[in-house]
Structure formats: C-alpha cells, structure tokens
C-alpha cells in the first residue's frame, strides 16, 4: 500500500509535518510505502502558482515538472493525507492553490474513490481546525475521494487530526494521529 501525505504548509519542519511523520511512521511499521511531499515547493516555481481556469478541459499550461510529478505520485497513492496550517480559518494557500490545479485529476477521474485524511494545525485551541479541515474535506470530495473519517471501534474523533500550536506537546493531537492511521490502514485492508 502506498501513502503519500501532501504538507500544505512552507515549513517543512513544523506542526504540520510533524503530525504527518507520526502518521506516515505507524503506517510504515505496518509495511506501507510512505512519502511526505510539499505542496509549497509543487508551485514554488510559478510566476502563477494559482489556477486561472485557462481552459475547459484544462490543458495544463501552468503545469510543470515539479507539479506533474506531485500529481502523479497523486496518482499512484492508495490514500493521501492533507496537513495545513490554518490561515485565518481555512487552509494555507499553498494548499488551495494545490488543490485548485487538480481540474485535470478531477476531469480524469484520477482520485476518485482513494481515501482521503485531513490535519490541521492552528494557533489556539479554538483557532479553526475543524473548519479547516473541513475546507480539506470539500475539495476531497469536489476530486471524488472518500474521506476517512472518525471510528466508534477506535475512538477516532471528529473530522480529522487537529493540533494546536507546538504539536508535539500536544499529546491530545499525537494521541490522534496515532488512531487515523490505525483508521487508515483499516480502511486500505478493506
């Protein structure tokens, strides 16, 4: 099984990626081939690193090597994991802007149906995760992925792993990133 988890946030050291190397870690003790990307450094390289719906179909004009690459490891994944920083509520524009570009993926039906888990890491403990992970869940859904979600069995809660700032004190959000991948890895056995 192949996981990748795409980093929504510039820092690639920070709560975000910190919460998906926990993830990605229980998942490769499990035997699953794991990749951590960045969604910053995918369309870093821009003069335009938003989408501008140039077309329909998309013809993929604002691509590039770096882009390409990150959609087809997109491609290849059984399941992704999405971690953001939240920005005054939502995701992080790196994110969005990722997310934006997948008009091609979406057309393709390329993510239809692979599992989707959403992180998020904010400031404060009421700073909007859950709204940003539920930002997450909507384009998920817009590309036609299902959304891992919480489990009676496992105790999972709510809509994805929320942390708040210093993650890796924040036992709560590793004590969950810990049950979404046991969550995930149920759900891939499947």
């Known amino acids: 099984m192949k996981i990748i988890a795409i980093n929504g946030s510039h820092n690639p050291n920070g709560n975000c990626a910190f919460l998906i190397n926990t993830i990605l870690s229980d998942l490769a003790a499990k035997g699953c081939d794991t990749k951590v990307l960045s969604a910053h450094e995918a369309i870093a390289d821009y003069a335009h690193p938003f989408c501008v719906s140039c077309s329909s179909p998309c013809s993929k004009v604002c691509y590039g090597p770096k882009l390409t690459a990150l959609f087809d490891e997109m491609k290849?994944?059984?399941?992704?994991?999405?971690?953001?920083?939240?920005?005054f509520g939502t995701m992080s524009a790196q994110l969005k802007c990722l997310f934006d570009k997948t008009r091609d993926l979406r057309a393709?039906?390329?993510?239809?149906?692979?599992?989707?888990?959403?992180?998020?890491?904010?400031?404060?403990k009421y700073g909007g995760q859950e709204k940003t992970v539920d930002a997450i869940h909507d384009c998920m859904l817009v590309d036609g992925m299902t959304i891992v979600g919480p489990s009676a069995s496992l105790g999972a809660g709510h809509m994805g792993v929320c942390a708040q700032k210093d993650a890796r004190n924040d036992e709560f959000a590793i004590s969950r990133a810990h049950l979404a991948a046991e969550r995930l890895f149920e759900e891939l056995s499947k």
């Not at 399941?79 to 920005?87: D, N, W």
Request: aromatic share 6%; with cysteine.
């Open 76 to 87: 290849s994944a059984d399941a992704i994991v999405f971690a953001s920083p939240v920005y």
């Open 108 to 124: 393709s039906n390329a993510l239809l149906g692979k599992l989707g888990l959403a992180v998020a890491c904010g400031a404060s």
